[in-house]
């Protein structure tokens, strides 16, 4: 089992930027890919973003294409979401997650580990 600790939500103003830390540990050498969800109030959780783990392919939701970037650093066992040019409808809880190789990388049922998420706000 991988255990997952998200860090650096808070509350912004709209086009600002915040970047998310996920740092993982326990058995990480099970882990094939890294992504970020989220979860507005009242709403399901969705994808944002995830990264293959040893090629470095990055997938991205339509609604963060070219304002948000996930990126790894694998000795540290982390994984970032510089996001960038935020809006309110950004606000939600980010959650990180990791999977074993098969299945979709936009699905949540992929993922096998969960963090407890951070919370991010942005104000109009």
């Known amino acids: 089992q991988v255990q997952l600790a998200e860090s650096g939500g808070g509350l912004v103003q709209a086009g600002g930027s915040l970047r998310l830390s996920c740092a993982a540990s326990g058995r990480t050498s099970s882990m094939y890919a890294m992504a970020w969800f989220r979860q507005a109030p009242g709403k399901e959780r969705e994808f944002v973003s995830a990264i293959s783990l040893s090629i470095g392919t990055a997938y991205y939701a339509d609604f963060v294409k070219g304002r948000f970037t996930i990126s790894s650093d694998n000795a540290k066992n982390t994984v970032y979401l510089q996001m960038n040019s935020l809006k309110p409808e950004d606000t939600g809880i980010y959650y990180c997650?990791?999977?074993?190789?098969?299945?979709?990388?936009?699905?949540?049922?992929?993922?096998?580990?969960w963090g407890q998420g951070t919370q991010v706000t942005v104000s109009s």
């Open positions: 997650a990791a999977k074993v190789p098969g299945g979709s990388f936009y699905y949540t049922s992929s993922y096998r580990d």
